[in-house]
């Protein structure tokens, strides 16, 4: 059976990715800096490794370890909710480090296998976030938008090599901890200014009504990308996700 290798698997996206490729007989590499052994259903075709995708040694450790893959997914990832005026310089760093950086390692990393057996598909997972400008979630916005930009152009490098390339954007996603690991993050509330502009996005990002992504839509998603060579480019991953593709054209 064929190998996927996901990162970002202790919970949400990458998580219910990770299940979905083992319920559909997978073998499935799922990787997370901090390993939870106990996370996913035992199986002989599951092997959790740690790794940091911020740290070379780290990426170079957990391939090793990890061997020929057919299908690499760089979910991992974290968001920070914070007016422009008011982000951190650390909290700025961490997020292109993670998200854009973090995602280019992977790639710089996987790519020679892939390259030199002409066979493979790279899927990441970004936001729809970029698809519109959004207050509050501009500097990680920016750096989910990189990769959009990094993947349109690796997608015409891999072409002659037989190497498919797709972007993968969810949508708003109450039931994950996205927006609780945003929180430690957050600045603004003593700002007379910001105060409710902070207060109506937390308000609305926890609620649980109308159009919104499940974790099981981007698992979904991740498995059309991986598994049809006839998947689009871009994949919208919930109902909120296709309506803000389908309003962005």
Not at 104 to 120: E, K, T, Y
Not at 205 to 224: I, N
Request: charged share 20%; proline share 7%; aromatic share 6%.
């Amino acid at each position: 059976m064929p190998t996927v290798l996901i990162t970002g698997c202790s919970s949400g996206f990458g998580l219910e990715t990770a299940r979905h490729f083992l319920a559909k007989g997978w073998n499935v590499i799922a990787t997370m800096r901090q390993p939870k052994p106990d996370i996913l259903p035992a199986s002989d075709r599951l092997t959790i490794l740690p790794l940091d995708v911020t740290n070379h040694e780290s990426i170079a450790k957990a391939l090793a370890q990890a061997g020929d893959i057919d299908v690499l997914v760089n979910n991992a990832g974290f968001g920070a909710a914070v007016p422009i005026e008011l982000t951190e310089p650390e909290t700025a760093r961490q997020l292109f480090e993670t998200n854009t950086l973090g995602t280019l390692a992977m790639l710089q990393a996987v790519l020679p296998q892939f390259r030199a057996r002409r066979s493979g598909t790279i899927i990441n997972v970004t936001s729809t976030v970029t698809l519109k400008p959004l207050p509050l979630v501009s500097v990680y916005r920016a750096s989910k938008a990189a990769v959009n930009a990094l993947t349109e152009s690796l997608a015409v490098e891999m072409q002659p090599f037989g190497v498919r390339v797709h972007i993968v954007l969810p949508g708003r996603s109450p039931e994950t901890s996205f927006g609780n690991n945003a929180m430690p993050h957050l600045r603004g509330l003593d700002n007379p200014d910001y105060k409710s502009m902070i207060e109506g996005m937390i308000a609305n990002f926890r609620e649980e009504g109308g159009p919104v992504t499940h974790a099981s839509d981007v698992a979904e998603a991740v498995w059309q990308a991986a598994t049809d060579p006839a998947a689009p480019f871009r994949i919208a991953a919930g109902e909120d996700a296709v309506q803000w593709m389908a309003e962005a054209g």
